[in-house]
């Protein structure tokens, strides 16, 4: 009876993992604006490939922010992702980051069952219930744990749901699901911390605007998505 019981919860689990990749097959790009105060900085750009049970996802991030003609905030960025059966099995991304070099090589290591990171700002092991700290994949807001896609470093979470909203973005009208995801530890710096506002589209399994303030109020917002 127990064999049957590990097996059905084998399956179950192993659906669960499948899950959030397959949500998004079919979806060739997402296409994010940046901006701050308002203003449209730069962007960060998703591209899916899918082979047989590989999944992969390009990441384009470049934004920058002058002040009186001095550079007060820049990102370059390229990350790619990729998924077997719907687990992540690899991620590597390279950014600068106003000028400073930061990078995550993460592998996943089967004898171990857990994530083998070398990153900029932490080398060692992660759980596999961690995800991806980035703003295509939608299982961010059920996650308990994030990796910086930048530096590897792990961060908990909390996330709470906010409310059903009416979201207008580029004159097209989303029914949004608004949670609020923040940091578990408070005592961390304020630089530190985590702490966004997430509109979700539930019906497209999209997230539609990402919002945050540190020097100055930021947002991610979907532009389109094929």
Do not use: C
């Not at 979806?27 to 590989?54: C, P, Q």
């Not at 930061?102 to 994530?115: D, E, P, W």
Request: proline content about 1%; aromatic content about 14%; overall charge positive.
């Amino acid at each position: 009876m127990k064999k049957y019981i590990y097996f059905l919860l084998f399956i179950i689990f192993a659906a669960e993992l499948q899950a959030h990749t397959d949500h998004y097959k079919g979806i060739v790009k997402i296409e994010m604006d940046v901006l701050r105060n308002g203003e449209i900085v730069g962007y960060s750009n998703y591209f899916f490939e899918y082979n047989d049970n590989t999944t992969v996802v390009k990441n384009y991030t470049k934004f920058k922010v002058k002040i009186l003609g001095a550079t007060l905030f820049s990102i370059l960025s390229e990350a790619i992702e990729t998924y077997e059966s719907g687990k992540l099995v690899k991620f590597k991304s390279n950014t600068f980051q106003n000028k400073k070099e930061k990078f995550v090589n993460l592998n996943y290591n089967n004898k171990t069952n857990k994530f083998d990171i070398h990153g900029s700002s932490y080398k060692g092991e992660a759980e596999v219930d961690n995800v991806i700290g980035n703003w295509w994949n939608h299982e961010i807001i059920d996650a308990n744990k994030q990796i910086s896609p930048l530096s590897g470093s792990i961060k908990e979470q909390v996330v709470k749901f906010i409310g059903e909203e009416s979201l207008t973005i580029n004159n097209i009208k989303y029914n949004a699901n608004h949670y609020k995801l923040k940091s578990r530890d408070k005592n961390l710096p304020n630089d530190k911390k985590l702490n966004f506002d997430i509109w979700y589209d539930v019906e497209k399994k999209i997230i539609l605007k990402v919002s945050y303030s540190r020097l100055g109020d930021w947002e991610y917002r979907l532009k389109g998505f094929e």
